[in-house]
């Protein structure tokens, strides 16, 4: 396999992952890449690796443009196995190179592999030079995990950022003006709030380390190669990482007799009256990475549950367990949900919507039903729900 040109001495030498559906949880109906990108001076770099399984096509595509006993520096950027899976092999198929990283990289590389891996230990603000070039390197840690740093290049206005501004998406192109707009935003977004959401703070301070620098490219270790969309990308990342929202509902929901459905249309229709945009997401039918990307810049979040066996669906709870890990903030909560005889599951909802710091609707009465709701039952909970949207 084949090295792809970047800029004149800069080369994409990742692979390319067609099946993945699934990424720690997260539906990757699109597939995914693990990017690496090679580097040509006087000495040669490699910037990452990438997930186990695919050493054969990171080592080929490395070799399409040098010998791998030629190879000077591994950069490792950031750890997590879909970047350092392959680490083991390619160390050891460059017997030359030095490993550069950061301390948090080195003590994680022997966690996972149980192995002393000697390294360039290096921190924000220091420098790598290769000749003609000199890299510049800043943590950037939780963006996304401990370890996790950036790599600049100032000569090529060239970005490593690893896991910041990346999508998965399964491509044989590499660019991002190769791809509509649309479907590359939509990609960032679901990335975005699967991956880093819970980050907000440690983005913005990524975001100001890296405002002064000249970039026209940015490399990130997922998806397209950014260059005409970057003003794009730095825009959505300010707004993401502050959890500014917009006006815009998501109804999510489980239902066991249809019950809780009727209800979730009646507070879906208190979002079509006021004339906010507004999504109607069945758990049965929506996977809650999915859910999570029309939440990352929605306001209003309802979340509806029959009660089972003193609690919610475990669908509900499901999707309350991830969505409170990812964090959002700055959004109002509506709970409800139809019941036999105990009804725990809409005060369990409203609960969990608290423990996020949520405003929230509590106005169990109208909005937790003993089974079939009237028309004027739904009528309510749809009046309800205009009056606080107000
Ligand atoms: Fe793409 Fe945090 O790994």
């Known amino acids: 396999m084949k090295a792809v040109k970047v800029k004149e001495n800069i080369y994409w030498v990742g692979a390319v992952d067609w099946d993945v559906r ?5 539906l990757t109906q699109r597939g995914a890449t693990y990017n690496a990108y090679l580097v040509i001076d006087d000495k040669i770099t490699l910037i990452d690796t990438v997930k186990a399984g695919f050493e054969d096509e990171i080592l080929s595509r490395v070799e399409s443009v040098v010998p791998l006993d030629k190879v000077d520096y591994i950069i490792v950027n950031h750890i997590e196995k879909d970047h350092s ?12 190179a030095t490993v550069v990283c950061d301390a948090k990289a080195q003590e994680g590389l022997k966690a996972h592999y149980h192995k002393d891996y000697e390294a360039q230990l290096v921190k924000s603000g220091d420098t790598l030079k290769t000749g003609k070039y000199e890299f510049t390197f ?10 996790s740093m950036v790599t600049y290049l100032a000569a090529e206005k060239t970005l490593f950022p690893n896991d910041a501004f990346g999508q998965h998406f ?17 990609e960032a977004s ?4 699967n991956i880093v959401l819970p980050f907000g703070k440690q983005v913005q301070k990524a975001l100001q380390a ?6 026209d490219t940015i490399c990130p270790s997922h998806g397209f190669i950014l260059q005409d969309r970057i003003p794009d990308f730095l825009d959505a990342y300010q707004r993401w990482s502050t959890n500014t929202t917009k006006e815009k509902a998501v109804v999510v929901y489980d239902s066991m007799w249809h ?9 879906y229709t208190a979002f079509e009256n006021k004339g906010i945009e507004v999504k109607a997401m069945s758990l049965k039918e929506n996977h809650i990475s999915d859910i999570m990307a029309e939440v990352l810049e929605a306001k209003y979040i309802a979340v509806g549950s029959p009660t089972l066996n003193s609690g919610m669906m475990p669908s509900v ?26 009804g725990q599951s809409p005060n369990l909802i409203k609960e969990t919507m608290e423990a996020m710091k949520w405003e929230v609707l509590d106005q169990m009465d109208t909005m937790r039903l003993v089974y079939e709701p009237t028309k004027e039952q739904l009528n309510a909970i749809t009046e309800t729900v205009e009056n606080f949207v107000k």
């Open 22 to 26: 699934n990424f720690h949880g997260y």
């Open 85 to 96: 899976g392959a680490f083991p092999k390619v160390r050891e198929a460059c017997p030359n």
């Open 138 to 147: 800043v943590q950037t840690p939780m963006v996304h995990w401990p370890d």
């Open 170 to 186: 399964a491509s044989s192109k590499r660019f991002d003006k190769e791809v509509p707009k649309d479907l590359l935003m939509y």
């Open 190 to 193: 679901k990335y975005y709030a």
């Open 210 to 215: 890296l405002g002064g620098l000249e970039i």
């Open 259 to 267: 019950a809780t459905e009727k209800m979730a249309k009646a507070v």
């Open 317 to 342: 709870a499901s999707f309350l367990c991830y969505m409170k890990g990812l964090n959002p903030q700055n959004r109002v909560g509506i709970p409800f949900g139809s019941y036999g005889w105990s």
